[in-house]
């Protein structure tokens, strides 16, 4: 599985108030291409604009209206491979095939794509290069918030030009489900289900209709062949604003797993610690990848209620345990290293952390914890420091 | 036949109409059907057993109904079995019931099960043996195209693909993949992996099964496909089953004596593989030499009903297909099965209470055949189907999948044999057994005793134990009389007629009572709902001797087990598991495993017991001081038992009992009581359980939680205990009388409360015991060293003495026992401690 970031998508060229229907294809890209190299995190389209291109250039399969690219080659830019020219595709997304089968085949079916999965899994990363692919723009996004108001999916007005001329095509300002409706692209909703519920429903007019009614000016934008939405939420959340049946049944649902193997998860945490902790100024720590790895097996195994060598069940605790809590654990146990310890990462210096993690409802958890403890951890061979430094803490 | 070339053109080549199969194949099936139609041969010809000829007639029975097995089992050894599943959609079972509807012989020309079952005989021992008799392809109906799925079922762990014969029920035992695996050539995978697939059983689907039949020449998918398997033949040879070899010499003279009879009107449906050695021109005599001096073992056989779940490959022994509802459906639509398929879904999942409409339905519909094209496939697949069930129907979340999975794509579809059907071996084997064990069936009720130390009442028990298991309640465990011993056994016998039917039914599980009930014992496991159900199952396993039953049992019991979340269900467990232990030990079992899942379940009790303790209203603190006192006992007898990894089960038990006594949420009951455990076990000192009971009663305790807690201290019993322990009764009175006289009024109801309980006799005998005062030299203090805490050190010599005339009677001593006396005396009052 590729490393999950989560990306605070800096759009630098949204606020614009050109007419929503007048679509000129390249504007959008203009703002991305200025930022260039000084961008932090360049977008995917660009970070991978050779790989898009080659691909674009030898698929010779059918593409659906407005796609830059056929479903096939879709699939071969996430899940990488290699061209008949020669071309090597670095994989974006290391997972299940099936999973990224579904997704693009849903795009292009023009029902809206809904991916689903704990914090960590690589929704926004796996959305942000669907869009980059299918559509060649992955800014047109929407982030959700709780204070994510109706303007943000349908459109606000310039208020200036509204006192100034009226009510007309200029004093209105395009939301990016606008724009990517009237130009035939791939809009982008972030934490769907943070949004207020009442927010929600707008989308579904949006997706069923295919087409956003302006009252105001007694007109509607219609969406153009080509359109569609992608949408990520965490499943953890589902209490949050879940979504009605109205709005799922527009959507088809993508679950992303959590890492597959323990190898792939030890690799994704060990790079993330340590780019986490060069960006902290943090002292390199020798050695620690054999914590690193107990960690992410305590993580897994809790997560899945079985013990590695799939022998014995456990109960499961009520946090996620995602891939990136483990990091966090690693990264703070670091810290404790390097600055109270000995500059190498023990027992001792993450068994806080992972209690911190997994005992998240004090009743419930404590039990479960304290189980794995005594009928797991005890036993297991090597891991008689953990033993003891869990129960200290756990006391 | 005339007819053929009218109907289709062309017959392919001369000779008879040989048409390969994958067995199991919905699409095999059709096209097998299509091309008899076309062809009306006036005799066809399958791939099986021939001893199952005269079997054939019953398929045509009103009770018949697929999925059913031929079963074919050695006469003196019911256990030696092999069996030959057919599903509805198998294209054997088509070309059989096309053969009876149309009139026209069908026969079986494979090698004789006499043979096949005498190879199994032969290599009793190597698992790879065992696999002779699937030789055939029914079982094998593994996809692979040839009969002889033999190369996928091999890549499996043992149990299952093996085609019929041997992961049958009744098969020996466990059977692990063959140790050559990896050098026996799948042809399948190779054909599908020059067509660029990874996956050999959606190459078949792709180009085999989902074409349709119907338009165009009923013979061409077998024409090309003989093409493809004789070039791979060629290459590979036998693919590394000698045994083919055998096989195929003995269907090439059954086809050219069928010829000779019928003429060229001769149809032949068997696995693919095969065609190309069919197919081929041989020596008469060569046949004949290769067959000759064959190994036989009398052969009986029979047809029995047979599930979809053992047709899957999830059921352990089964035919080796993933998706028998899948073929099935995709067998029975007669057309535009994906809708059909995805509208059965949705009213699956309507039956759940899951909101699926119809709108549901196109969109995975659409859904379906979209990945189907981006993946390049003619139709979708079950793979589409379910991707596009996923993403659309269920959320993305694989759980009602699973539910989906379990009821349509397996299924739930059982077989019916009609009455007719001879007996099966089971029958047979506990024949036997009844005559060996000399244990005959009357109608009349009787008791039977049984010493199981001995080898016949042994054998006779765990004959019982297992005939219950299956369902066949011919004994009833009855309490024994006089006796408590865990070696006696009394059953109450009575041979009702109806369990001759129970038995034919629960041949369905294995040809020997033992391989059945084994097999039964583990879906009984794996299906079991409570915690307790799988530790009872486990008792009987110990009961019945299923020692191969056990692993499973112990698996799910441990599963189970963790996550089970109710400590009371823990607790009610574990005394069944230690009673299991102890029986284990009396009847010579290994009871390591037991030892070990018992060892963790009181891990997990010592774990959860707190907090589970907590904010309890009386009835289930009541219950819980139940659980306390029946894990006390469990975890004494435990700890006896050496276990690596567990360390001092009871002084952790202790350290528990020790949490429970000191905290304030607890019941008092549950309290009380944890205090009397440690007191009794010497971890907690007088000073300190008076303390205790000092705290639990003073008058900042509610009065109904201070008379719970005297009622847990004291234990239920009527109170004879505090009668007869000086030590107890000590500690109560000594709390009492230090009581202040203000305070006293208080506690006076909570007392009352307890003791008004009390039987009077008791209430009297307590009364003059507190008036004499504690014994002169007896007293609490001096209970140390000998005897139990709480009683005299001594022995009373006056009371002892009294009962010597009884006992010189019973040993015969003679009232005047002369110079012994003393001596008698003395040792008789040691046995008296």
């Known amino acids: 599985m590729s490393v999950p970031v989560e990306p605070t998508p800096v759009e630098p060229s949204q606020h614009r108030s050109a007419p929503a229907n007048t679509g000129a294809g390249e504007k959008g890209r203009a703002g991305a291409a200025q930022a260039g190299p000084e961008a932090l995190r360049p977008h995917a389209e660009d ?349 | 036949m005339a007819g053929a070339e009218g109907t289709a053109g062309h017959r392919p080549g001369a000779g008879p109409l040989l048409l390969g199969v994958r067995h199991h194949g919905p699409g095999s099936a059709r096209a097998v059907r299509a091309a008899l139609d076309a062809a009306r041969p006036r005799v066809v010809l399958i791939e099986g057993p021939p001893e199952a000829d005269a079997l054939i007639p019953l398929a045509a029975e009103e009770g018949m109904r697929p999925p059913v097995a031929l079963l074919a089992h050695a006469v003196d050894e019911p256990g030696r079995s092999a069996f030959w599943p057919l599903a509805g959609f198998s294209p054997e079972w088509v070309a059989i019931r096309w053969a009876l509807r149309h009139d026209v012989p069908a026969r079986f020309i494979d090698l004789p099960a006499t043979h096949t079952l005498a190879w199994q005989r032969e290599d009793t021992g190597t698992p790879e043996g065992k696999r002779a008799p ?98 791979l033949r060629e290459v590979h040879g036998s693919g590394g089953h000698d045994r083919d070899l055998v096989r195929e010499a003995y269907m090439r003279l059954q086809v050219r004596a069928a010829t000779r009879e019928f003429g060229e009107d001769v149809a032949v449906v068997c696995g693919a593989w095969h065609v190309p050695a069919l197919r081929r021109k041989t020596a008469v005599g060569a046949d004949r030499a290769l067959l000759k001096g064959l190994p036989k073992v009398k052969t009986d056989m029979t047809w029995v009903p047979w599930t979809h779940r053992r047709l899957a490959r999830a059921g352990g022994y089964g035919a080796g297909i993933d998706s028998p509802g899948w073929y099935a459906h995709l067998f029975a639509a007669p057309d535009r099965p994906v809708e059909r398929w995805l509208t059965k879904v949705a009213g699956l999942l309507r039956e759940e209470d899951r909101i699926v409409s119809s709108a549901h339905v196109i969109e995975a519909v659409r859904l379906a055949e979209t990945l189907a094209a981006m993946r390049g496939r003619p139709l979708p697949g079950l793979s589409e189907t379910t991707d596009a069930v996923r993403a659309v129907m269920c959320d993305g979340s694989d759980v009602p999948l699973a539910l989906v999975r379990d009821r349509l794509v397996v299924g739930d579809v059982l077989g019916e044999v009609p009455e007719s059907a001879p007996a099966v071996p089971l029958q047979r084997d506990l024949a036997g057994l009844q005559r060996r064990l000399r244990l005959r069936p009357e109608a009349a009720e009787r008791e039977l005793e049984l010493d199981l130390r001995g080898g016949t009442d042994a054998g006779r028990s765990r004959l019982l134990h297992r005939l219950r298991l ?98 009371g269900h823990l607790a009610q467990a ?58 006390h006992t469990a975890v004494g007898l435990l700890g006896d038992t050496p276990m690596a990894g567990h360390g001092d089960l009871r002084a952790r038990w202790h350290g528990v009992l020790g949490v429970l006594s000191g905290r304030d949420t607890i019941p008092g009951v549950v309290r009380g009581r944890a205090v009397r455990l440690l007191l009794d076990d010497g971890e907690v000192e007088q000073e300190k359980a008076a303390r205790l009971m000092g705290l639990a009663l003073s008058p900042g305790t509610a009065p109904a939680d201070a008379a719970a807690w005297i009622e847990g201290f004291v234990g239920g019993g009527g109170g004879m205990l505090l009668v007869h322990d000086e030590r107890l009764l000590a500690l109560v009175d000594d709390w009492l009388t230090g009581v202040p006289a203000q305070a006293f009024t208080d506690v006076l109801p909570l007392l009352r409360r307890t003791f008004s309980a009390y039987e009077p006799g008791v209430r009297r005998s307590l009364g003059e015991l507190v008036r004499r005062g504690p014994r002169p030299g007896g007293g609490p203090a001096g209970a140390t060293a000998a005897g139990p805490p709480g009683f005299g050190a001594d022995l009373d010599r006056e009371r002892a003495d009294a009962v010597l005339p009884v006992l010189r009677l019973l040993l015969g001593l003679g009232p005047d026992g002369a110079g012994a006396q003393d001596a008698s005396g003395g040792e008789l009052a040691g046995a008296a401690r």
Not at chain 1, 244 to 257: E, K, M, Q
Not at chain 2, 580 to 609: K, M, Q
């Open chain 2, 574 to 631: 574990l005394p069944a598991l230690v009673r299991s232990l102890r029986y284990g030990d009396v009847r010579g079992t290994d009871t390591a495993a037991l030892a070990e899942v018992a060892a963790g379940l009181a891990e997990r009790i010592f774990v959860a017991l707190p907090p589970a303790c907590a904010v309890l209203d009386a009835d289930a603190a009541e219950e819980m001081r139940r659980h306390v006192n029946a894990v």
């Open chain 2, 470 to 567: 299956l369902g066949v309640g011919w004994g009833e465990p009855a309490a024994s009389r006089g006796s408590t011993g865990t070696f006696r056994e009394t059953w109450r016998l009575r041979w009702e007629p109806e369990l001759s039917v129970r038995v034919a039914e629960a041949g369905v599980w294995g040809t020997t009572v033992l391989a059945a009930a084994t097999a039964k014992a583990e879906a009984d496991a794996v299906g079991a709902g409570a915690l307790a159900e799988v530790t009872r199952l486990a008792e009987q396993c110990l009961l019945a001797g299923l020692a191969d039953a056990l692993p499973v049992v112990m698996r799910v019991l441990a599963d189970r087990a963790a996550l089970d979340a109710d400590v």
């Open chain 1, 47 to 395: 970070a991978f604009a050779a790989e898009l291109a080659a691909l674009a250039a030898q698929d010779d399969r059918p593409r659906p209206a407005r796609w830059k690219l056929s479903p096939w080659a879709v699939a071969t830019y996430l899940l990488g491979g290699t061209l008949p020219d020669g071309t090597v595709i670095t994989p974006k997304y290391v997972g299940p095939r099936r999973i990224v089968e579904v997704a693009v085949t849903t795009l292009a079916t023009d029902r809206a794509l809904l991916l689903l999965g704990v914090p960590g899994t690589a929704k926004t990363w796996v959305s942000e290069h669907l869009a980059a692919a299918v559509s060649g723009d992955s800014t047109l996004l929407v982030q959700g918030t709780a204070g994510t108001p109706e303007e943000a999916i349908r459109y606000g007005w310039n208020y200036a030009q509204l006192l100034a001329h009226g009510p007309s095509r200029d004093a209105l300002v395009p939301s990016p489900v606008m724009r990517a409706m009237a130009e035939g692209m791939t809009a982008r909703v972030e934490e769907l289900t943070r949004i207020p519920a009442d927010v929600q429903d707008t989308l579904i007019t949006i997706l069923s209709e295919k087409t956003l009614p302006i009252p105001e000016l007694g007109a509607e934008v219609q969406a153009v062949r080509g359109f569609n939405l992608i949408a990520t939420a965490n499943d953890r959340d589902r209490g949050v604003n879940d979504l009605s049946s109205a709005l799922r049944r527009r959507f088809n649902t993508v679950v992303l797993p959590l890492p597959e193997s323990p190898e792939a998860e030890v690799d994704i945490v060990s790079r993330r610690v340590d780019q986490i902790g060069r960006s902290l100024d943090l002292p390199a720590v020798p050695d620690g990848v054999d914590e690193i790895r107990r960690v992410v097996t305590v993580f897994r195994e809790l997560r899945d209620g079985v013990t590695t060598d799939r022998r014995t069940k456990l109960k499961s605790p009520s946090g996620t345990l995602s891939t990136a809590e483990a990091i966090s654990v690693v990264t703070g146990g670091l810290a404790l290293a390097a600055h109270f310890g000995d500059g190498v990462l023990r027992a001792g210096d993450v068994a806080a952390g992972i209690l911190g993690a997994v005992v998240r409802d004090p009743a419930a958890d404590r039990v479960v914890w304290q189980e794995y403890l005594e009928t797991v951890v005890r036993e297991r061979d090597g891991w008689k420091d953990f033993y003891r430094a869990c129960r200290e803490v756990s006391a």
């Open chain 2, 134 to 231: 699937q030789t055939d392809g029914a079982p094998d109906g593994e996809g692979a195209p040839g009969g002889d799925g033999a190369p996928s079922g091999e890549v499996r762990p043992g149990g299952d693909g093996a085609p019929g014969g041997d992961g049958a029920p009744g098969g020996e035992g466990a059977e692990d993949a063959p140790a050559d695996a990896g050098v026996r050539v799948d042809p399948l995978a190779a054909l599908a992996g020059a067509a660029g697939y990874d996956d050999p059983e959606r190459w078949w689907e792709d180009v085999v099964e989902h074409r349709g039949v119907g338009e165009g020449d009923p013979y061409a998918p077998f024409l090309v496909l003989e093409e493809a398997m004789a070039a």
